[in-house]
T-cell receptor, first 115, second 114 residues
């Protein structure tokens, strides 16, 4: 099991540019979560999917942020246009339905720097 | 809404000493509780979780945690820490009402003195 795979690991971009973060969940997992981690705000849930369907996007900070899950093995988080305050570590996590399975597996994160 | 408080932002202990990291939660029903560890530059790794039953749960890397409903606490413990335990530790609470949303505390950074 390769775990949750995120790419890229690091991204440096200029303000105003579009940024796309990618995530491959663990095969068979039916939940996928996007979190953002900053020193000031800690871990914030941005959006999560169940069976590829977005369930709750109330944590998405602005319309500049969008997320998709076109199939069970791939999700993207896009920021357009990016701003310096979007600089953070973005984590993807997945999990499997079922009480005994409750608890995420996290990817290693994408460190985004917007200059 | 559920919430988690980790009162200690930073803790320093000596190698070989015992450790207790505090976590208090707010949740109306029986919570699902978790501890995660994050090493620098890495994602979060699940240490242990509590759903029901025995209030003392064992996890990986020699960690354990005790659920105390009367105190709304879920403190993490280890009898003897190793230098490799230096990391950030997160407590989380979740609901199981058709969704698996977790709310995380702010984290406690653990430093180990040699």
């Amino acid at each position: 099991d390769a775990g949750v795979i995120q790419s890229p690991r690091h991204e440096v971009t200029e303000m105003g540019q579009e940024v796309t973060l990618r995530c491959k969940p663990i095969s068979g997992h039916d939940y996928l979560f996007w979190y953002r981690q900053t020193m000031m705000r800690g871990l914030e849930l941005l959006i999560y999917f169940n069976n590829n369907v977005p369930i709750d996007d109330s944590g998405m900070p602005e319309d500049r942020f969008s997320a998709k899950m076109p199939n069970a093995s791939f999700s993207t988080l896009k920021i357009q246009p990016s701003e310096p305050r979007d600089s953070a570590v973005y984590f993807c996590a997945s999990s499997l339905t079922g009480r005994s399975n409750y608890g995420y597996t996290f990817g290693s994160g994408t460190r985004l720097t917007v200059v | 809404a559920q919430s988690v408080t980790q009162p200690d932002i930073h803790i320093t202990v000596s190698e070989g000493a015992s450790l207790e990291l505090r976590c208090n939660y707010s949740y109306g029903a029986t919570p699902y509780l978790f501890w995660y560890v994050q090493s620098p530059g890495q994602g979060l790794q699940l240490l242990l979780k509590y759903f029901s039953g025995d209030t003392l749960v064992q996890g990986i890397k020699g960690f354990e945690a005790e659920f105390k409903r009367s105190q709304s606490s879920f403190n993490l413990r280890k009898p003897s820490v190793h230098w490799s335990d230096a990391a950030e530790y997160f407590c989380a609470v979740g609901e199981f009402q058709g969704a698996q949303k977790l709310v995380f505390g702010q984290g406690t950074r653990l430093t180990i003195n040699p």
